[in-house]
C-alpha cells in the first residue's frame, strides 16, 4: 500500500543513538513523508461526493495535524483542547462531537470555525437550542444516531449496541420532531461513527449505504434538506496479520459504484478518519533491558512499556514488532537472550499487564537489542497513561524530507 521506505531513516536514528549515548533507547519515531503520502492516497482515492476529516483524537501531535492540514478538508475534534490545537495551525473547518460536552466546550465551538456539532442526546439538544438562542445564532448540527442493528464484527462498537454515544435510532424520529421546532439549531445531517478497527471493507461498505438508506428516508420523512451523512472513522489496522490490510481499493470502488448510484441525490458524505491514517507513520522503538526465563516463558523486558503505548495492553493483543540487532557488547559479563524460541515482551512498570507482546516467536534476541513496534502511529502516546511510576518519556522523533525536525 505505500511505497516510502521506512526503515532506513529509523536504521540511522538507531545508530546514531547507540553511538552517541548509553541511555537505553525509548522514542517514538514518525515519518511525516510516509504520513503525508498516505494521506494523499487517500484523499485521491475517494470519489467526489466524500470529504475527509482527520480525527485528531488518533494522534494530536501538532507536527502530524500541520502535515495532513492541507491535504484534508477538515478536522473532527472532541474537545476544546483539540479545538485550540486546530485553531493554532489551521483554517480549515472542525467537526464538534463527544458523548460529554460541557458548556465552555459548546461556547468555544460556536466562536470558532466549527462547521457542525454534533446531537448525541435529546439533552444535547436542548442545551444547544439554549445556547444557541443566547447567542442569536442558528446552530448547524449533525444528529448522531446509534443505529438498531449490529454493523460490523469489530471488537469495539459504539453503535448497534447499547453504549454512551448517539441517540438510539428508535428514537430519531421524535429527536428530529424536536429539533424541527427549534429556532435555533438546524438540522444538517446525521453522524454514524459505529465501531473501531474494522477490516472488513465489505462490511464497511455494507454500513455506508445503510446510513445512505436511513438518511434519505429522514429526508424525505421530515422534509429536511439533503442531510450530510457522517460515516465517522472505524477504518482498521490489520495489528494481527499486517501483510493482510483492509483492503482499501475495495472500499473505495465501492463508494465511487455508491457515488454514481445515488448521483441524482446530490449527498456529501463526512469520514473521519484516524486511525488508518495515523497508525503506520509511527513507530515506538524500545530497548530491551533484560532477557530471561521465568516458569518455563522467556521475557524480555523493555525500557518502556503500555505507560507509553497502551494499545496492546489495553486489547490484550501481540503489537506487531520487529527485533533490530545491535551486536555490540561492552560489558564484563554474558549477555542474555533467546534464539528460536517464543518470548512475551513486558515493559518497565510494576505490573503484569504491562505486555506488548504475548508469546510470540522470535529468531533472536538479546539484552540490548531494539524492538520496533510498527503501526504506533495512532492510539498509541496519547492513549498512554505516561506518568505511572515516573519514568522519563521516550523521545518523539519527527522525520520530514528524510532531516530531523
Ligand atoms: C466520532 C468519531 N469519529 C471518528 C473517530 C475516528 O475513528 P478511527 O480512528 O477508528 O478512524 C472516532 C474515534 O473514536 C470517533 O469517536
Redesign the pocket.
Known amino acids: 500500500m505505500i511505497t516510502i521506505e521506512k526503515k532506513a531513516t529509523i536504521d540511522d536514528y538507531i545508530k546514531q543513538c547507540k553511538t552517541e549515548s548509553d541511555e537505553p533507547l525509548c522514542a517514538y519515531f514518525y515519518n511525516l513523508d510516509l504520513l503525508e503520502e498516505h494521506a494523499k492516497t487517500i484523499k485521491q482515492s475517494l470519489p467526489v461526493f466524500c470529504r475527509l476529516y482527520y ?1 485528531v ?2 494522534n494530536p501531535e501538532k507536527e502530524i495535524l500541520k502535515t495532513l492540514e492541507p491535504i484534508v478538508d477538515g478536522f ?1 475534534v ?1 474537545s476544546q483542547g483539540e479545538m485550540e490545537k486546530i485553531k493554532s495551525i489551521s483554517n480549515k473547518p472542525m467537526l464538534f ?1 463527544g458523548p460529554g460536552k460541557k458548556k465552555k466546550e459548546l461556547e468555544a465551538a460556536m466562536d470558532s470555525n466549527v462547521e457542525l456539532v454534533n446531537v448525541e442526546s435529546f439533552h444535547d439538544l436542548y442545551r444547544m437550542e439554549e445556547l444557541a438562542k443566547l447567542q442569536q445564532i442558528k446552530l448547524p448540527v449533525l444528529i448522531r444516531v446509534n443505529l438498531s442493528e449490529n454493523v460490523s464484527e469489530s471488537h469495539i462498537r459504539m453503535s448497534g449496541v447499547p453504549s454512551q454515544f448517539g441517540v438510539d435510532e428508535r428514537d430519531i424520529p421524535q429527536l428530529i420532531t424536536e429539533a424541527l421546532q427549534s429556532d435555533h439549531v438546524e438540522i444538517r445531517g446525521f453522524h454514524f ?1 459505529a465501531m ?2 474494522n477490516l472488513d471493507a465489505e462490511a464497511h461498505l455494507h454500513f455506508v449505504e445503510s446510513c445512505i438508506q436511513k438518511s434519505l428516508r429522514w429526508k424525505e420523512e421530515y422534509q429536511l434538506n439533503t442531510p450530510i451523512i457522517d460515516i ?4 482498521g489496522i490489520n495489528y494481527w496479520d499486517p501483510a493482510s490490510p483492509f483492503d482499501w481499493a475495495h472500499f473505495t470502488d465501492g463508494m465511487h459504484r455508491l457515488n454514481e448510484a445515488y448521483s441524482k441525490e446530490d449527498l456529501t458524505l463526512f469520514l ?5 491514517m495515523a497508525a503506520e507513520c509511527g513507530t515506538y522503538v524500545s530497548e530491551v533491558l533484560d532477557v530471561k526465563k521465568n516458569h518455563g516463558k522467556n521475557y524480555a523486558v523493555l525500557r518502556g512499556g503500555s505507560h507509553h503505548l497502551r494499545l496492546p495492553a489495553a486489547w490484550k493483543i501481540s503489537h506487531p514488532f520487529q527485533v533490530y540487532s545491535i551486536d555490540e557488547w561492552n560489558e564484563p559479563f554474558s549477555r542474555p537472550g533467546i534464539e528460536g524460541e517464543n518470548v512475551t515482551i513486558a515493559g518497565e512498570l510494576c505490573t503484569p499487564n504491562d505486555v506488548l507482546v504475548r508469546d510470540e516467536f522470535v529468531e533472536s534476541v538479546r539484552a540490548r537489542d531494539v524492538i520496533l513496534f510498527h503501526y504506533a502511529g ?1 492510539y498509541g502516546w496519547t492513549i498512554s497513561h505516561h506518568d505511572f511510576l515516573s519514568h522519563p518519556h521516550p523521545q518523539q522523533v519527527f522525520v520530514k524530507n528524510g532531516e530531523y525536525m
Not at 473521519?272 to 488508518?276: K, L, Q
Open positions: 480525527a483524537k488518533a473532527d472532541a462531537g461513527h473501531s478497527n465517522g472513522g472505524g477504518i473521519e478518519i484516524g486511525r488508518y495512532a
